[in-house]
Nanobody
């Protein structure tokens, strides 16, 4: 089992920045990929970015050049630095972890609101 706890959401003005954090605990050595998804009201959950255990990163086109995912394996934590935020980035953001045996785990979600 893997437990994920997110932090760092909130209200920010357009053009502002936020950093989300997700701390993993439990069977952390089983984790391959860690990432962030988001779900806006009335929309399906979508991938924002993920990073593999080897450090390979993937981003949604909508966030490329604005968001940066990073992973600190010593702290079992993944971060999402979000810059140049837009109102369309408003969503609940969920941390995810996928294990080498293809089990998926989710955090409880953190709300990000971009509004003036």
């Amino acid at each position: 089992q893997v437990q994920l706890v997110e932090s760092g959401g909130g209200l920010v003005q357009p053009g502002g920045s936020l950093r989300l954090s997700c701390a993993a605990s439990g069977n952390i050595f089983s984790i391959d990929i860690m990432g962030w998804y988001r779900q806006a009201p009335g929309k399906e959950r979508e991938l924002v970015a993920h990073v593999t255990n080897s450090g390979r990163k993937n981003y949604a086109d909508s966030v490329k050049g604005r968001f940066t995912i990073s992973r600190d394996n010593a702290k079992n934590t993944v971060y999402l630095q979000m810059n140049s935020l837009k109102p369309e980035d408003t969503a609940d953001y969920y941390c995810s972890a996928s294990t080498f045996s293809a089990d998926d785990y989710w955090g409880q979600g953190t709300q990000v609101t971009v509004s003036s």
